[in-house]
C-alpha cells in the first residue's frame, strides 16, 4: 500500500487525509507538530470557556466543502440557547439535532462586525449607510465623494496596496479607515504591500458596490457582505477534531507532538519525512507529501540538491506576521447594545469589533457569547471578549511576559469605555507564529521558488502556510481536494492547486485585514 506523508492537521492537511481515504487506497499519515489539530482554527479551551483563535466563520460557495462540513458536525434542528431564550428566529435543518442536548452540530449564527472609531460605530465592511453617513457627517462625507471622483478620473497603475485600495475607495476613505489599520495589522503601510494581496482579499467591493448593498433585496448579496453562517458548537477546533477522529477511525494516522526535521529523496522525487517526537527521531515512508507547513521551514528541511541557494534564500526571507489573542472574562461591559438586534444581557451583536484608534495596539474585539453561546461558561452572567494583537516575533509585543501584557490589554479596553478592569474576572494570553503569509519584501520573488516546488513530482503544497497565501479555511480545504485529484488522475502540472482563491466571488470581508472567516 502506498503512504502519503501530509505535514500539518489544519484545515488543509485534515482534509487531505479525509480526501485520500474516502477517494483512493493511499495510506494518510498526518504530522502535527503541535499537541491538537486545526492549526490556526483550533478552539482553546480556558477554564470551562473556548477561545477561538482569530474567528472563524464556516461560509462558503463550493458546495462540496459544505458537504464535508456537514458530513462531520450536522446542522442544527432546534434553536440554540440564546436564540430560545430571546425567540430570535434561525435557520433550522428538518430532522437536525437539538443544540441543547447535543454536542456535535453546526449552529446557524447572524454575522455583524463593525468598526469603532472615534467613538462612533461604522458599517463593516465599508458601507455607505444612513449610520455611517450620520456618524461621518455632511463635510467629511463631501470630501469622500469628491476624493473618489478623482480617483475615478485618474486611476492609479496598481503597483501597491496603496494604489489598488485608492482606486476603489479614493484617497479620503483610504486614509480614513485602510491606511492606519493596515499598518496596525501588517507592520506595515499599504504602499509597502503588494498590489496581488488587494486582488485576492479585497474584489468586488468598492464605494460602488458599498452603495449598491443598501437597495439590494434578499438573495442578491455578494459573499462580502453575507448575514448568517455555519459555526461548530464549541468553536471551529471541534469540526477538525471531529474530522481527525474520522480520520483515525478509516485507518488514518495522526502523530502529534511531532517536528518535521528533514525530508529525504533524490533528484526531483521525495522518499521519506524524518520527525522528531518525545520518545525520539523516526523516519517515515513517504511516496507522495503533502506540505502544509511554512514554505520558510519547509524549504531548509528539503535534500539540499533539490532548490537552488536563490530559492533557499528567498524562502528564508518570505515575511509573516503573527498573532496575539488575550481572553478577557468579565460580569460586565460598559459597551450596550443599540441595535435592533436582541441579546443577552443586552451586549453589543457583534462578531468582531474593528479598533480602528491608532494609539490602541488591539486590532480587533470579538464578543465570544455572539458566536456561539456555548463558548462561554455561563452567557446569562458573563461577556467573554477575544482582544486580537498583530506582532512580529521577538517585537516588544510579542515579548512581553503574560501578566503585563494582559493588565496592558485591560486598560485598552477601560482608555475605550468598553469595561473597567473591576469588573474582569478571569484572563489568558495566548501567541500563535506565522498566523499570516505576509506579502512584501521577499514575496515578490515568491514565483521562483515556486517553480522549482513543482518540480518535485510527489510534492504538493497546500493550505495557508504550504502556499505562502492568506486562505481561508475554504480555500485550504480546495487546494487539498484539487492536489488530491491530481495524485489520483496523475496530473503534472500543480497549476490548479495553486489557482485556488483567485476568483472573486470566493471573497467575503473587505478591508486593511479582513476577516479570517471561513
Not at 451586549?347 to 462561554?376: A, K, T
Request: with cysteine.
Amino acid at each position: 500500500m502506498q503512504t502519503a506523508i501530509i505535514i500539518g492537521a489544519g484545515p488543509a492537511g485534515l482534509t487531505a487525509a479525509y480526501e485520500l481515504l474516502k477517494t483512493t487506497d493511499i495510506h494518510p499519515i498526518l504530522v502535527e507538530q503541535e499537541a491538537f489539530v486545526g492549526g490556526l482554527a483550533r478552539t482553546m479551551h480556558h477554564n470551562g470557556c473556548h477561545i477561538d483563535v482569530g474567528g472563524h466563520r464556516f461560509f462558503t460557495k463550493d458546495k462540496q466543502i459544505d458537504a464535508i462540513w456537514q458530513d462531520i458536525l450536522p446542522l442544527q434542528g432546534k434553536p440554540a440557547y440564546d436564540d430560545c431564550l430571546l425567540k430570535r428566529p434561525c435557520t433550522l435543518q428538518d430532522g437536525g439535532p437539538d443544540p441543547e442536548t447535543t454536542d456535535d452540530v453546526l449552529l446557524s449564527r447572524t454575522r455583524l462586525s463593525r468598526i469603532l472609531y472615534d467613538g462612533h460605530f461604522f458599517s463593516y465592511p465599508v458601507t455607505l449607510g444612513a449610520e455611517t453617513i450620520e456618524n461621518l457627517g455632511p463635510s467629511r462625507l463631501f470630501s469622500i465623494l469628491a476624493s473618489y471622483l478623482a480617483a475615478c478620473a485618474h486611476p492609479k497603475k496598481e503597483k501597491s496596496l496603496e494604489d489598488f485600495l485608492i482606486n476603489r475607495f479614493g484617497r479620503k476613505l483610504y486614509e480614513l479607515f485602510f491606511r492606519d489599520y493596515t499598518y496596525k495589522v501588517w507592520g506595515r503601510y499599504p504602499s509597502d504591500i503588494d498590489a496581488s494581496w488587494g486582488s485576492q482579499r479585497i474584489k468586488g467591493v468598492s464605494i460602488c458596490k458599498a452603495l449598491s448593498h443598501i437597495f439590494k433585496k434578499d438573495g442578491e448579496q455578494e459573499t462580502s457582505f453575507i448575514d448568517t453562517f455555519w459555526y461548530p458548537k464549541y468553536g471551529p477546533g471541534q469540526l477538525w477534531e471531529a474530522m481527525g477522529q474520522r480520520i483515525e477511525a478509516k485507518g488514518g494516522i495522526i502523530i502529534k507532538n511531532a517536528k518535521v526535521i528533514q525530508l529525504l529523496g533524490t533528484k526531483d522525487h521525495l522518499t521519506g519525512v524524518t520527525i522528531e517526537t518525545p520518545g525520539g527521531e523516526r523516519t517515515l515512508k513517504a511516496d507522495f507529501v503533502f506540505s502544509s507547513m511554512p514554505i520558510a521551514e519547509l524549504a531548509p528541511a528539503l535534500p539540499k540538491s533539490m532548490l537552488t541557494k536563490e530559492a533557499l534564500a528567498i524562502a528564508k526571507a518570505l515575511p509573516y506576521r503573527d498573532f496575539i489573542t488575550v481572553g478577557i472574562l468579565a460580569d460586565k461591559i460598559d459597551l450596550t447594545n443599540e441595535t435592533d438586534r436582541p441579546t443577552l444581557g443586552n451586549i453589543p451583536p457583534d462578531c468582531w469589533i474593528y479598533i480602528q484608534e491608532p494609539q490602541i495596539h488591539m486590532g480587533r474585539l470579538q464578543i465570544f457569547n455572539n458566536w456561539s453561546p456555548y463558548l462561554v461558561k455561563d452567557p446569562l452572567h458573563q461577556v467573554w471578549l477575544g482582544l486580537e494583537y498583530f506582532a512580529r516575533e521577538g517585537d516588544p509585543l510579542w515579548q512581553m511576559k503574560d501578566d503585563a501584557f494582559i493588565e496592558m490589554a485591560e486598560g485598552e479596553l477601560e482608555a475605550m469605555g468598553i469595561l473597567s478592569k473591576r469588573h474582569v474576572k478571569d484572563a489568558v494570553r495566548y501567541r500563535v507564529k506565522k498566523a499570516y503569509p505576509a506579502y512584501f519584501d521577499a514575496y515578490e520573488d515568491f514565483p521562483k521558488i515556486r517553480k522549482e516546488l513543482d518540480k518535485i513530482t510527489n510534492l504538493y503544497c497546500i493550505g495557508r502556510n504550504g502556499q505562502h497565501r492568506y486562505n481561508n479555511m475554504d480555500h485550504s480545504m480546495r487546494t487539498a481536494i484539487e492536489a488530491v485529484r491530481n495524485l489520483k488522475e496523475h496530473l503534472p502540472d500543480k497549476e490548479n492547486v495553486w489557482n485556488v482563491n483567485i476568483k472573486p466571488d470566493y471573497q467575503e470581508a473587505k478591508k486593511g485585514m479582513d476577516e479570517h472567516g471561513n
